[in-house]
Protein backbone atom coordinates (compact mmCIF):
# COMPACT_ATOMS: atom_id res chain seq x y z
CA UNK A 1 0.00 0.00 0.00
CA UNK A 2 1.15 3.55 -1.23
CA UNK A 3 1.85 6.09 2.06
CA UNK A 4 0.21 8.63 1.30
CA UNK A 5 1.02 12.48 2.00
CA UNK A 6 -0.60 14.77 4.76
CA UNK A 7 -1.55 16.64 1.60
CA UNK A 8 -3.47 13.97 0.17
CA UNK A 9 -4.83 12.97 3.60
CA UNK A 10 -6.44 16.41 3.68
CA UNK A 11 -7.62 16.06 -0.08
CA UNK A 12 -9.46 12.61 0.78
CA UNK A 13 -10.90 14.03 4.28
CA UNK A 14 -12.28 16.89 2.54
CA UNK A 15 -13.62 14.86 0.05
CA UNK A 16 -15.36 13.15 2.76
CA UNK A 17 -16.67 16.21 4.40
CA UNK A 18 -18.35 17.08 1.53
CA UNK A 19 -19.71 14.16 0.59
CA UNK A 20 -21.15 13.73 4.96
CA UNK A 21 -22.88 17.21 3.73
CA UNK A 22 -24.68 16.35 0.49
CA UNK A 23 -26.12 13.63 2.67
CA UNK A 24 -27.27 16.60 5.63
CA UNK A 25 -24.88 14.82 8.26
CA UNK A 26 -23.32 18.41 8.97
CA UNK A 27 -22.26 17.72 12.34
CA UNK A 28 -19.27 14.66 10.76
CA UNK A 29 -18.45 17.11 7.79
CA UNK A 30 -17.55 19.95 10.35
CA UNK A 31 -15.86 17.37 12.31
CA UNK A 32 -13.59 15.95 9.34
CA UNK A 33 -13.23 19.91 8.03
CA UNK A 34 -11.83 21.13 11.85
CA UNK A 35 -9.27 17.89 12.07
CA UNK A 36 -8.20 19.03 8.40
CA UNK A 37 -7.68 22.43 9.66
CA UNK A 38 -5.99 21.51 12.92
CA UNK A 39 -3.68 19.42 11.06
CA UNK A 40 -2.88 22.30 9.07
CA UNK A 41 -2.25 24.97 11.86
CA UNK A 42 0.40 22.42 13.75
CA UNK A 43 2.39 22.03 9.97
CA UNK A 44 1.90 26.02 9.78
CA UNK A 45 3.13 26.46 13.27
CA UNK A 46 6.16 23.96 12.63
CA UNK A 47 7.27 25.40 9.38
CA UNK A 48 8.99 28.19 8.10
CA UNK A 49 6.85 31.11 7.71
CA UNK A 50 8.40 32.78 4.72
CA UNK A 51 8.63 29.50 2.43
CA UNK A 52 6.39 28.61 -1.05
CA UNK A 53 4.87 26.13 0.67
CA UNK A 54 3.65 27.90 3.99
CA UNK A 55 1.73 30.08 1.54
CA UNK A 56 0.66 27.43 -0.34
CA UNK A 57 -0.90 26.33 3.75
CA UNK A 58 -2.37 29.30 4.29
CA UNK A 59 -4.02 29.56 1.30
CA UNK A 60 -5.19 26.08 1.91
CA UNK A 61 -6.41 26.38 5.17
CA UNK A 62 -8.29 29.87 4.07
CA UNK A 63 -10.57 27.76 1.69
CA UNK A 64 -10.86 24.80 4.57
CA UNK A 65 -12.01 28.18 6.51
CA UNK A 66 -14.48 29.09 4.17
CA UNK A 67 -15.75 25.61 3.48
CA UNK A 68 -16.50 25.60 7.04
CA UNK A 69 -18.23 28.56 7.23
CA UNK A 70 -20.71 26.47 4.64
CA UNK A 71 -21.54 23.67 6.63
CA UNK A 72 -22.21 25.85 9.46
CA UNK A 73 -25.04 27.59 7.75
CA UNK A 74 -25.94 24.74 6.09
CA UNK A 75 -26.28 23.43 9.72
CA UNK A 76 -27.84 26.70 11.36
CA UNK A 77 -30.92 26.39 7.98
CA UNK A 78 -31.45 22.74 8.16
CA UNK A 79 -31.62 22.94 11.88
CA UNK A 80 -34.06 25.62 12.07
CA UNK A 81 -36.25 23.16 9.54
CA UNK A 82 -36.05 21.07 12.31
CA UNK A 83 -37.00 22.98 14.81
CA UNK A 84 -39.57 24.61 13.07
CA UNK A 85 -41.64 20.83 12.33
CA UNK A 86 -41.16 20.43 16.12
CA UNK A 87 -42.72 23.21 16.63
CA UNK A 88 -45.39 22.24 14.41
CA UNK A 89 -45.87 19.01 15.69
CA UNK A 90 -46.07 20.42 19.21
CA UNK A 91 -48.53 22.50 18.41
CA UNK A 92 -50.75 20.52 16.84
CA UNK A 93 -50.51 17.73 19.66
CA UNK A 94 -53.67 18.92 21.46
CA UNK A 95 -55.68 18.44 18.34
CA UNK A 96 -54.39 15.07 17.68
CA UNK A 97 -54.75 13.68 21.28
CA UNK A 98 -58.17 14.32 21.02
CA UNK A 99 -58.62 12.08 17.77
CA UNK A 100 -59.71 8.70 18.96
CA UNK A 101 -57.25 5.62 18.63
CA UNK A 102 -57.95 3.53 15.27
CA UNK A 103 -59.30 0.21 16.24
CA UNK A 104 -58.75 -2.53 14.16
CA UNK A 105 -61.77 -4.76 12.96
CA UNK A 106 -61.14 -7.86 15.19
CA UNK A 107 -59.70 -5.78 18.07
CA UNK A 108 -62.40 -5.66 21.18
CA UNK A 109 -62.69 -2.27 23.50
Known amino acids: MKD ?33 LQEIQATLEAGDPHSR ?5 EKFASRVEGRMKGYR ?8 KIAARRAAATANAEQEMAQPLPIGPDEIY
Do not use: C
Request: charged share 35%.
Open 53 to 57: EHQRL
Open 4 to 36: VTPRERWDLWMHQAQRFADRENYIDALGRTRLV
Open 73 to 80: KSFEIWNA
